[in-house]
C-alpha cells in the first residue's frame, strides 16, 4: 500500500497557487524568492497604457510643441523593473522607484543599457541606486522603513504612479502603506481652479473568494477608505476587462486618478 504525505504548513505560512510555501502576509524574502524562480506573473515588459494616457492630467506635466514634458519627482512604489521607470525618465520626470528586492533593480540597468550607475549605503537597511545624473533612483528597501522619508529621498514628490502595488499588499496593511506614501508627497497649497491628479492609482477588481491574492481585489469603495480624506477628487479614468485564468472567472483592471485636498 502508498502513501501520500501530505505537507505540514506552518502557522503564518500558506501554500500560495504556485505551489510553494511563503508568509501569509508577504514579505521581501517571499518577493525575492518569486523573482528567483521567475514567478512575477504582474511584470509587464511595455509601459502601462493607462499611464500614456492619463499622465497629461496629472499637475504639472504638459505638452510643448506636441512633445509630452514631465518635469516632476514621481515615486513608483514597488517598481520591480517596470517600463514605466524609463519611459517616465525619458520624458523628463525625476523617478523614485522603490523595491525591496534587489535583482530587478540589477536586472533593470542591465536590461536598458546602463553602463554605469552609482550604489549608495544610504542607511543600514537602505540602498539607493541611481543613475549617473541622478533623475532615475531607486531605494531598495521595506517600504514601510522608518528611514524612507522625504529627507532622505532628496524632497518629497509631485506625484505618485502606484501601478498595482495596492494590489500587491495584504488588505491588512493598505491603511499603513497609504499614510506611507502620502507622506512622501510634498505639502501643496493648491487653489480649486483646474481639477489636475496628484496620484495615479491602478488596482484590479474580481471575486476575492475565487482566489486568495496577491493580486488582492480592490474596489472603488476601498479606494474611497483610503483616499476619501485626503482627496478632494476621486475619478475612475479607465476600466479594462482582463482575465487570469485558470485562477479567476473575469477580472477588471481600475485606474484611478487622485486630487489632493
Known amino acids: 500500500m502508498s502513501t501520500q504525505s501530505v505537507q505540514e504548513i506552518p502557522a503564518g505560512k500558506r501554500l500560495n497557487k504556485h505551489g510553494f510555501v511563503e508568509n501569509e502576509v508577504m514579505k521581501v524574502e517571499d518577493w525575492s524568492t518569486r523573482w528567483e524562480i521567475g514567478q512575477t506573473g504582474w511584470h509587464k515588459t511595455c509601459v502601462q497604457p493607462a499611464l500614456i494616457d492619463n499622465i497629461i492630467k496629472c499637475r504639472g506635466v504638459k505638452e510643448v510643441n506636441e512633445k509630452l514634458e514631465i518635469p516632476l519627482r514621481v515615486i513608483v512604489p514597488l517598481c520591480g523593473k517596470t517600463a514605466d521607470l524609463l519611459w517616465l525618465y525619458q520624458h523628463g520626470a525625476t523617478v523614485i522607484g522603490i523595491e525591496g528586492v534587489v535583482k530587478p533593480i540589477m536586472d533593470f540597468f542591465k536590461e536598458n543599457d546602463f553602463k554605469s550607475y552609482v550604489v549608495t549605503h544610504v542607511t543600514s537597511t ?3 541606486f541611481s543613475s549617473l545624473d541622478d533623475r532615475l ?3 531598495q528597501c521595506d517600504v514601510f522603513d522608518d528611514g524612507l522619508t522625504t529627507e532622505l529621498i532628496g524632497g518629497g514628490c509631485d506625484l505618485i504612479w502606484d501601478r498595482a502595488s495596492l494590489v ?3 488588505p491588512s496593511l493598505r491603511t499603513k502603506f497609504v499614510a506611507k506614501m502620502l507622506s512622501l508627497m510634498k ?5 480649486p481652479t483646474e481639477k489636475k491628479y496628484d496620484l495615479l492609482v491602478q488596482v484590479v477588481c474580481y471575486n476575492q473568494e475565487e482566489m486568495d491574492g496577491p493580486p488582492f481585489s480592490v474596489s472603488a469603495e476601498d479606494i474611497q477608505t483610503l ?9 475612475l ?11 479567476l472567472s473575469k477580472m477588471a483592471e481600475h485606474t484611478y486618478g487622485l486630487s489632493l485636498k
Not at 187 to 191: D, N
Not at 227 to 235: K, L
Not at 237 to 247: A, G, I, Q, R
Open 137 to 139: 533612483q531607486f531605494y
Open 227 to 235: 483616499y476619501g480624506s485626503t482627496c478632494s477628487a476621486i475619478d
Open 168 to 170: 500587491a499588499l495584504h
Open 187 to 191: 505639502t501643496h497649497s493648491f487653489q
Open 126 to 128: 537602505i540602498t539607493k
Open 237 to 247: 479614468l479607465s476600466n479594462v476587462s482582463t482575465e487570469m485564468k485558470p485562477f
